[in-house]
């Protein structure tokens, strides 16, 4: 069975980040499962593995409320960088709420994937690894 | 006796002024007096002439001759060619003799009494109307519910009707005696002193204003006027007629409104600011209560899935850790929220400088480690204000002062207090690190927004001082430039009508 390689879960919430790792180890569809505390830490990780694909993250879980850089800031980043074109980076942003708000500052971003509610639970997450993976072929 | 008056008959004839001439039955001139030729302004040689009498001029006269009727008492004018009009009045005459038959016409002069007379009735008619506009002003004056006064060019009142007696309390006599100059508001003199001299230079013929004009009571009272000017026929001034209406009611009425409309704007504004900090409250409640909430709601999900002790035990730190965050959360907005229902705090007169020193005195391990320096400039030295909040507010921004300093940069705060219009400002600068204003701007004052990573805030402080000031009608604001320092400014407005110039931003 196919694994996704790279998954980053950027939140500040201690007990969030215990919670998803325990989720996606015991799924076991990710290799490599990257922490980052806010958005700075996550932009620097992922500019300065341009160049090398293969560490760059498939999918994104990216909290709103976050000291330093937050969920909206990060996007404003991102959207600069010059991602390789073969490198497809699923970006969900997460939220403790449906902030009418944040609803609209979402839809300015049409490359992220999606708008998630806290929590998420392991169905979810398993969806939506199921979902990054190539077609079943074996 | 006959030759006896034949004798004089020339002397009588020109001494008689009517002037007359006769005419035979044939019409030819036979007679005429020195006064005739006078008041037909010709010669002798003129009167016996046929031709004469054939020109316009006379031809009112000459039809007479011709028609020879009797008459007395008629008038007639003859219009000369230099357009003088000479009016006659004539008589006319049958002669009869023995033998002849003639006629004679007599006139006298009357120009000069038709003129008179004319003019005599002209004036009647001026007299006339006069009276009767005086009749209507007389009425307009005593009736008037407007006070209308009469005041000579020397700002004497020369004479008032009853509604301005009415109007200012004064007597007729008494305003008679009192120059106007003395019963307008000290503030308005110069003003109206402006405008009569602007009437008197014929620079403007009428004026209005709004003016205090002291009662007799001693208390000023508002008045619209209208002020105009009557002149001699000579072109001096003559009086002002001046017409007033109080309208002290109305301008109670108008500042009244006015009060209502800045209580109202002030009230929107708080409004509008109490919506603003709900928004913020909302943000926090969702952010830093529900977000740690629904992990702990994660995490019991998660929990009967761990079955390795050591995952089990720090799943249960990491929620132990949350729960008390949550706890945190709460006390903060419990600390916020007293502050807002708690307004009765004293407000006393603080001194600065002692609360400066005495708080800078609680940081004093940072101080000596970071060799930090204090520099005071205090133009205003107390502050009324609620001492607690007065010293929560000097310890967050000399604290952040002392924290966010640069590497090998000794800091070096100020502390300035000054006036400005309508507020004191209180600004705390510093040569720290900075913070990147284009990016954190309308963050700073966040509740848990930390900038700066590896240092000791928390995010708490100027969110809580800033909803304090906020609380008291102030405002707070930061300049600065990274790598170079920030400058904190607090307004503390000095006369409580102070929602009105808050800063409306955020």
């Known amino acids: 069975m196919n694994k996704i390689k790279n998954a980053c879960i950027v ?28 958005g700075e830490q996550a932009l620097t990780y992922i500019r300065s593995n341009l160049q090398q694909p293969d560490l760059l993250p498939e999918l994104i879980l990216l909290d709103v409320n976050m000291p330093y850089m937050d969920g909206w800031q990060f996007m404003r980043e991102f959207v600069k960088l010059d991602i390789p074109a073969d490198k ?20 300015e971003f049409p490359v992220l994937a999606g708008y998630l509610v806290k929590p998420l639970s392991k169905q979810t997450i398993q969806q939506l690894l199921s979902e990054l993976l190539p077609a079943h072929t074996d | 006796m006959i030759d006896h008056a034949n004798h004089w008959w020339s002397a009588i004839a020109n001494a008689i002024e009517e002037g007359y001439v006769a005419i035979d039955l044939h019409g030819q001139v036979i007679a005429w007096n020195q006064s005739a030729l006078k008041i037909l302004h010709i010669s002798e040689t003129q009167i016996q002439d046929t031709a004469y009498w054939k020109s316009t001029v006379i031809q009112p006269l000459a039809v007479m001759l011709q028609e020879r009727q009797d008459f007395s008492g008629k008038e007639i004018s003859l219009h000369f060619e230099r357009g003088s009009t000479t009016w006659l009045r004539t008589n006319g005459r049958h002669l009869i003799t023995d ?45 008037s519910p407007t006070g209308i006064g009469l005041i000579g060019p020397d700002g004497k009142w020369m004479d008032v009707n009853e509604s301005l007696m009415n109007t200012l309390g004064f007597t007729r006599e008494e305003l008679k005696a009192t120059d106007i100059a003395d019963i307008i508001h000290p503030d308005d003199r110069e003003s109206a002193v402006n405008q009569i ?55 109670h ?224 604001k930061a300049k600065s430039e990274e790598g170079k320092g920030s400058s904190f400014f607090v307004y503390f407005n000095n006369n409580r009508e102070p929602i009105l110039k808050q800063d409306e931003q955020d």
């Open chain 1, 11 to 38: 939140d500040d919430d201690d007990l969030f980040q215990f919670v998803m790792r325990q989720h996606f180890e015991r799924l076991g569809m990710v290799e490599n499962i990257h922490k980052f505390s806010d």
């Open chain 1, 88 to 107: 497809k980076i699923k970006i969900y942003i997460l939220s403790s709420s449906t902030h009418e708000s944040d609803l609209q500052k979402a839809k």
């Open chain 2, 99 to 143: 033998t002849d038959n003639g006629y004679i016409l007599t006139f006298t002069d009357i120009t000069k009494w038709i003129d008179t007379n004319k003019s005599e009735r002209e004036l009647r008619h001026t007299k006339d109307k006069l009276e009767e506009s005086q009749k209507v002003f007389e009425s307009v004056f005593n009736y």
């Open chain 2, 197 to 251: 001299i602007m009437m008197l230079n014929g620079e403007i013929n009428t004026y209005r204003a709004e003016r205090r004009y002291m009662h007799k009571d001693g208390h000023y009272i508002w008045v619209f006027l209208a002020a105009s000017l009557l002149w001699y026929a000579d072109g001096t001034p003559r009086f002002f007629i001046i017409q007033m209406v109080d309208v002290t009611e109305l301008k």
């Open chain 2, 253 to 476: 009425l108008n500042t009244e409104a006015q009060t209502k409309n800045i209580i109202l704007h002030a009230t929107s504004v708080d409004l509008r600011q109490k919506i603003k900090q709900l928004q913020e409250f909302n943000r926090i409640i969702a952010h830093n209560l529900g977000g740690p909430a629904t992990a702990l709601v994660a995490s019991t999900d998660l929990l009967p899935e761990i079955t390795e002790e050591n995952d089990r035990s720090r799943l249960l730190q990491h929620m132990k850790a949350t729960a008390e965050a949550i706890l945190y959360t709460l006390k903060d907005l419990k600390q916020v929220l007293d502050l807002k229902e708690n307004n009765e705090v004293p407000f006393t007169e603080c001194d600065l400088e002692a609360l400066i020193q005495q708080k800078w005195g609680l940081l004093n391990p940072l101080i000596e480690k970071k060799k930090a320096a204090l520099y005071l400039d205090l133009q205003v030295d107390t502050i009324f204000y609620g001492k607690a909040y007065l010293e929560n507010i000097l310890f967050n921004l000399l604290n952040n002062a002392l924290i966010y300093t640069r590497p090998d940069v000794p800091p070096q705060i100020h502390v300035s207090c000054r006036k400005e219009e309508k507020e004191i400002v209180l600004e705390v600068r510093d040569n720290g690190m900075g913070i990147d204003l284009d990016k954190h701007g309308t963050q700073i004052f966040r509740y848990k927004k930390i900038f700066h990573r590896g240092l000791s805030g928390e995010g708490v402080g100027l969110f809580m001082i800033r909803n304090q000031i906020k609380t008291f009608g102030g405002n707070i």
